[in-house]
């Protein structure tokens, strides 16, 4: 157990509808990820958020959206499903960034990931 | 560049056999390679990592052997067994850099 929790961890809703991934980091953890993994697109990194603030942002669609609360849970939201966004959605965390904040921060790498959220779009 | 190559595919190891596992990347900014072991119904979960300032780490039966001047890494897994089925993802991170790039993974099976 990673100490990372996701839910729910199936989700089954058609096409045009739009849903709501929550995602709590382990206990002290600051920075939270999203991960889409699909069968012929693999892990793909969406964004990351540290302590609340969007702080890197990969191939996510605009019609995902993501924050992160005060509480430093996560939730990811996707819009206007389309088949093709069928897939596992995986959070990670991990402890933060060291160094401050500026250009010489650096990221804590390991990563601890959730259990997933397997979206099924019909 | 931002890619991480990793072959092969699929594996198929004898028990007690070695497992190995390539990954190559092209972004001479990484500085973290990290393995990932992902079961069926189950997240990734960090195996072992590497920085470029060594060539090899080992724990236990898992080793990556690092070659900087060629930019490639590789899993070895040493003494396979059928416990050790399951997909291997190679990724790579710079300490500055936004995020995580993973390989496309490598389904292992160690037969009985």
């Known amino acids: 157990d990673s100490g990372v929790t996701q839910t729910p961890k199936h989700l089954i809703t058609a096409t045009g509808q739009r849903v709501t991934l929550r995602c709590s980091p382990r206990?002290?953890?600051?920075?939270v990820y999203w991960y889409q993994q699909s069968l012929d697109q693999g892990l793909q990194f969406l964004i990351q958020?540290?302590?609340?603030?969007?702080?890197a942002k990969g191939n996510i669609l605009e019609r995902f959206s993501a924050q992160q609360f005060p509480d430093l849970h996560s939730e990811l939201n996707l819009s206007s499903l389309e088949l093709g966004d069928s897939a596992l959605y995986f959070c990670?965390?991990?402890?933060?960034?060291?160094?401050?904040?500026?250009?010489?921060?650096?990221?804590?790498?390991?990563?601890?990931f959730g259990p997933g959220t397997r979206l099924l779009v019909l | 560049q931002q890619q991480v190559k990793q072959s092969p595919q699929s594996l198929i190891v004898q028990k007690g056999g070695i497992s190995i596992i390539n990954c190559a990347y092209e972004?001479?900014?990484?500085?973290?390679f990290p393995w990932y072991q992902q079961f069926p119904g189950k997240g990734p979960a960090l195996l072992i990592a590497?920085?470029?300032?060594?060539s090899e780490k080992k724990e236990g039966r898992f080793t990556i052997s690092f070659n900087k001047s060629a930019k490639q890494f590789s899993l070895h897994i040493m003494d396979s067994q059928p416990g050790d089925s399951a997909t291997y993802f190679c990724?790579?991170?710079?300490?500055?850099?936004?995020?995580?790039?993973f390989g496309p993974g490598t389904r292992l099976s160690v037969l009985p």
């Open positions: 990724a790579a991170r710079s300490s500055y850099g936004q995020n995580f790039v």
């Open positions: 958020y540290y302590n609340g603030e969007e702080r």
């Open positions: 990670a965390s991990s402890v933060g960034i060291i160094g401050g904040r500026g250009l010489k921060s650096k990221n804590q790498e390991t990563q601890y």
């Open positions: 206990s002290g953890d600051l920075s």
């Open positions: 590497i920085r470029p300032d060594v």
């Open positions: 972004n001479t900014a990484f500085d973290y």
